[in-house]
C-alpha cells in the first residue's frame, strides 16, 4: 500500500543545540495526507509506504548527519558488528524528524504516541539484520533509508507470537529462506510505518558499496 | 477547526463498563466526512438503537483533553537497544552483536 503526504519543508535546528533546545523550537508542523486505506493497510498488515513525505533537502540534511555522526562515532570497547548505532539525542536533525512526525504516526495508528527510540542504523559492509522483533518501547516505527541503498525489509506476518529464542532457531535452521517474507522496500523521501514489536523482519543482506543508514523513529502510547 | 487544533490533543470516550478510550486529534481528522455525507450519517444515528448516555454497548463523549508540552517526552530516551531491547550488557546477539545499555556511538563535541 503506498500512499504519498507531503511534510513541510524540515526547519534543521542549529545541529549545535542542546536537544532541549531543538524540543522547544518545535520546526516542523506535519500535514499529513492519511487515507483510510493506509490506516486499514496498517492495521491488517501491520505495515504501510507513504511516499515524499519530506524533500530533497531534508534528505540531504539527514544524510549529511548520518554520514557526520558515522565519521566521529566513537565505538565502545567491545562493540563488534552492525548495526552500529547513533541516537536521536546526538542528532537534532533527526530528533526534529521524529517529533515532526508525530501527527503522522498518531494518524496512522489512531494511538495517541509519543516518540520513545530514535536512530541512524549504519550499515558499513553489509546490511543484513537478523529476524527480529524491535523494542519494547515501540508500537510503531518508522523507517527510511537516508544513505546508500539498503535491499528491502522482509516482514513476516506469520511469525508474529513468536519470542527472540524461537526467531533465533528459526533462521538459525538449516531450513530457512532469507528470501521469504514479504519483501518491501524504503519509500523515496518517505517511510515505511511498520508495527515492528509485533511483525517480525529481517534483511538477508548483501554487500553495501558505500556507507548505508536507515534512521528507525519509534513511538510509543503515552498511556 | 484551528481553534480544536490549538488547544485539544485527544478526544475520550467511554463505553458501559467504565473503559476510557483516548482518541487523538489526528484520527478525528482523518474521520471527517464530506458534508454532503452528514445527513445519511443523521439518519443512521436517529435510527441507532444505541443509548445516550451510554449503556453497556455504547460509548459516551467524556470531553477532550490537552496534554502539556512536556508529554511529548515521556519516554523519549538516548538509549540504544538493538535488538528487542534487551538491556543487559554484554549480551552476545547470534547475529554477531553485543547488545549494549548505553549509545555504541557519540557525536563529536560541538565545537
Redesign the interface.
Known sequence: MRARAILPELVAPDSTAPISRVAGREPVRAAPAIGRDLTRHLLVHGHAMIEGVWSRKTARRLAREAAALFAHRQVTSGSIGPPQQATASDAPVLASLQFALLPMARALTGQLLVPSCGWYNFYPTDDAIRLHTDVEESDLVLLASVLGEPGPLHLHPELQGRVQSELDAIQNDPGWNPAGGVAVPYPPLGILALRGRKVPHHRAGSPCSSLTAVIALHYKTLW | MKNIEAEV??LVIADGEGNYY??????I??SRIEPAAKARVDKMLKASKASNPAGTRDYSYLGSIA?PAE????????????????QTP?RK??????M?D???????K??
Open positions: 490533543d485527544a483516548v482518541l487523538p486529534r489526528e484520527l481528522e482523518v496534554l508529554a511529548k517526552w515521556t519516554h523519549f530516551t538516548p538509549s540504544v537497544a538493538w535488538p528487542n531491547g534487551v554484554g546477539h547470534p547475529a554477531n552483536m553485543i549494549l548505553k549509545p555504541v556511538i557519540s557525536a563529536s560541538p565545537k
